[in-house]
């Protein structure tokens, strides 16, 4: 099956630094890739998505990237606030698998 | 808001014991998956249902079983409970079966003692 894995597991910036998260996939055959993020106390809530048809996608201070060559996508937070502070969790999976799994999760803090 | 209710909340309950988890999905997504997190850890994957029947399955434990019923809510059942089984049980929703989007709810918090 499907092995994500997530670093680093712990970030902590600066706010206004950007912060980069990364993932790596093992199924070649997986072409969705989300990314949560998970507030204490909350259930993790969708932020962005890829699709293996795309390498790059963007929205407002967050950006995504996808290398299917090299099984790896990572976040992208740009001018980070305190409000960024929570944990975000990776995940993959193949279109015809409802398996999604998620990666170990990192624990992002910004100082403010 | 995600529009999927999970409850209770919280669940505190003794070893050996059996409790349910009762998930309504949002209006409209047929398909509801259930994970499991435990303290500090990521997001395990146990099973998944689309409109009545089994789709997926996890790491799911036998004493752990699910279903959905007709008006689409499902219930996760964990029996003969054990001290490492607290945690939060988390359940999602999305529209279709091969779906993109989960959109997962506020989760219960199980406390076994």
């Known amino acids: 099956g499907e092995n994500v894995e997530q670093h680093p597991s712990t970030l902590s910036v600066q706010e206004g630094d950007s912060a980069v998260i990364k993932c790596t996939y093992s199924?070649?055959?997986?072409?969705?890739f989300p990314w949560y993020k998970q507030e204490l106390g909350k259930g993790p809530q969708l932020i962005i998505d890829?699709?293996?048809?795309?390498g790059e996608k963007k929205d407002q201070r967050i950006a995504v990237t996808l290398n299917k060559t090299a099984k790896h996508f990572s976040l992208h937070i740009t001018e980070t606030q305190p409000e960024d502070s929570a944990v975000y969790f990776c995940?993959?999976?193949?279109?015809?698998?409802?398996?999604?799994?998620f990666g170990a999760g990192t624990r992002l803090t910004v100082k403010p | 808001d995600s529009g999927v209710t999970q409850t209770p909340k919280h669940l505190i309950t003794a070893t050996g014991q059996r409790v349910t988890l009762r998930c309504s999905p949002r209006?409209?997504?047929?398909?509801v998956y259930w994970y499991q997190q435990s303290l500090d850890q990521g997001l395990q994957f146990l099973i998944q249902?689309?409109?009545?029947?089994?789709?997926a399955k996890g790491n799911i434990l036998e004493r752990f079983s699910a279903q959905q019923f007709p008006d689409l809510h499902s219930e996760l059942n964990l029996s003969s409970l054990e001290l490492g089984d607290s945690a939060l049980y988390f359940c999602?929703?999305?529209?279709?079966?091969?779906?993109?989007?989960?959109?997962f709810g506020q989760g219960t918090r199980l406390t076994v003692v």
């Open positions: 999602a929703s999305g529209p279709v079966a091969a779906n993109t989007e989960a959109f």
């Open positions: 199924d070649s055959a997986s072409n969705y």
């Open positions: 890829i699709r293996s048809n795309v």
């Open positions: 995940a993959a999976r193949k279109n015809n698998n409802n398996d999604m799994r």
């Open positions: 209006s409209g997504d047929l398909s």
């Open positions: 249902y689309y409109n009545g029947e089994e789709r």
